[in-house]
């Protein structure tokens, strides 16, 4: 059967306190309402409306990536107006709608699946999904009659006997796409809140013998974000999913609690994370890698073995068996060979560095192309901006750079060339030879005391 979705998120969510628009705000590196989409996606659901309205053109901007439609909601006069303003969108469809909230970034794939299933199944007009819960302040409650679900009544309408109902409307559905239209028409605003509640629906279809069906799942999945506390214990939870489904694969996480992946982040087997990483965007990690301590590695291809110490590595790549750290700073569009070291202190941009070349200590590398077996003596510098433009330096192979060399770009070090400490090169270094260029030590005899500076006796 066709389906598609409507993600409501056109609500302002005053209580962030946020000049983002709160389905923008992030959950292990992603907006919640991206998480959204991604679930919907990962379902098999062929197109999905976001309904927009405060911030609009932010959130579209923030999801523009996800291949979504939009609908657009003027003012938010509550849930089943959002969806009324989607008339476009499920103008002449057929089949079943997903209805989902921006600002519930924990509902699980299996859980989606399984509540289109479960509708689908039971041939079901309107399908809820529900959870049970302590204290249900706040959600609508779910009303059954002989155990059928027969309407849900919001939080500040309920009477007395209602508020005891602790069997609450998670936010999430499932509709027929011609009954939920033939229904949206019928929908007041005769409540405590003067909206147009979407969760009417359910008591409307009941009273045309409608089918309607109702799901009940774990209170965690359904948890909505509406302040940064509960943005932290969202952010707590999916961190610590998403940390457990790599521990399966096989990889060591020493302090779940305390180590911050992506969710889209590959990792290999038996590589160990130390606490206070941060691994983020489209990050790869190969197997048998060591992530000591407090790094953070961005949209980055790390290659098997690779052992990276209090680092900060951005769109780039390391290769097999490399070091990187501690204090290294590896910025974007870099590519660091096999076996390679890049040590303390070194800051490499747009770069490449080839295999098992050393660059240990206290360097900078910008625009270069750096050879194979190369070392770098501690200090050196790449000057690659002269005030207005950027220039590229050329290593070739087997290089040996001295300490406290400059390279004033644009130049050129050819294979097995040598650098002296202290050089400033500005012309080619030929194959083989060896470039001094610093000024010629002159010793002046009997200087200091005859200067009167002598201190010793
Ligand atoms: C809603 C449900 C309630 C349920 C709870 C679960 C209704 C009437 N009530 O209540 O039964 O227990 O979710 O979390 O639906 N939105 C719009 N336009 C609007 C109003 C809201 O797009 O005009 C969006 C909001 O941005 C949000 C979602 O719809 O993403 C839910 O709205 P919210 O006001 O948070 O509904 P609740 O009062 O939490
Ligand atoms: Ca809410």
């Given amino acids: 059967m066709y389906k598609c979705a409507i993600i409501m998120a056109a609500g302002e969510g005053k209580r962030m306190k946020s000049s983002t628009p709160k389905v923008l705000h992030k959950v292990c590196g992603q907006e919640m309402v991206n998480h959204v989409i991604d679930r919907m996606r990962s379902a098999d659901i062929e197109e ?3 309904i927009i309205g405060r911030g609009a053109e932010l959130v579209k901007k923030g999801t523009e990536h996800k291949n979504v439609t939009y609908s657009f909601q003027d003012k938010q006069l509550g849930t089943g107006h959002a969806i009324m ?3 476009e969108f499920l103008k002449d469809k057929k089949g079943t709608l997903a209805i989902f909230t921006g600002d519930a970034p924990l509902i699980r794939e299996e859980t989606v699946k399984r509540l289109l299933q479960f509708h689908e199944d039971n041939g ?4 809820i999904l529900t959870s049970r819960i302590d204290n249900p302040t706040g959600y ?6 002989k155990d059928e679900v027969a309407r849900i009544v919001e939080h500040k309408d309920c009477s007395e006997e209602e508020l005891k109902v602790k069997e609450i409307n998670a936010g999430m559905y499932c509709f027929d796409i011609e009954a939920l239209r033939d229904s949206l028409g019928k929908l007041n605003n005769n409540n405590a809140q003067g909206e147009y509640y979407l969760t009417d629906i359910i008591g409307i279809l009941k009273s045309e013998n409608k089918k309607v069906g109702a799901l009940i799942t774990d209170f965690e999945e359904t948890i909505g974000v509406n302040s940064r506390v509960e943005l932290a214990e969202v952010e707590r939870i999916l961190k610590l999913r ?5 521990m399966d694969n096989g990889v060591t996480i020493i302090d779940p609690s305390n180590t911050y992946i992506g969710s889209e982040v590959k990792i290999g087997q038996d590589t160990i994370i130390y606490p206070g990483n941060y691994i983020e965007g489209n990050t790869e990690i190969g197997n048998e890698c060591i992530l ?4 953070r590695i961005s949209n980055s291809i790390i290659s098997h073995k690779v052992t990276i110490q209090s680092s900060v590595i951005l769109d780039s790549k390391i290769g097999e068996e490399t070091t990187v750290g501690p204090f290294a700073y590896i910025r974007p569009e870099s590519n660091i060979g096999k076996h390679a070291r890049i040590g303390d202190f070194v800051e490499i941009k747009k770069s490449t560095i080839g295999d098992n070349t050393k660059v240990s200590h206290l360097t900078y590398i910008g625009d270069a ?3 194979e077996n190369c070392n770098f003596g501690c200090g050196t510098v790449v000057v690659n901006y002269d005030g207005k433009n950027k220039y590229k330096t050329i290593i070739g192979n087997n290089a040996f750079i001295g300490c406290n060399t400059n390279l004033v770009s644009p130049v050129e070090v050819k294979d097995d060339a040598y650098i002296a400490a202290g050089s400033t090169i500005t012309k080619e270094v030929p194959k083989g030879s060896l470039a001094i260029a610093r000024a010629k030590q002159v010793n002046i005899e009997g200087w200091v005391e005859r200067k009167g500076h002598k201190k010793s006796k």
């Fill in 140 to 145: 609508g409650r779910v009303i059954r009659e």
């Fill in 48 to 50: 999905v409306n976001v």
């Fill in 369 to 371: 192309e750096v050879g």
């Fill in 85 to 87: 303003c989607a008339g």
């Fill in 124 to 127: 079901f007009k309107a399908t």
């Fill in 292 to 295: 000591y301590p407090n790094s």
């Fill in 242 to 246: 998403i940390n457990k489904k790599h």
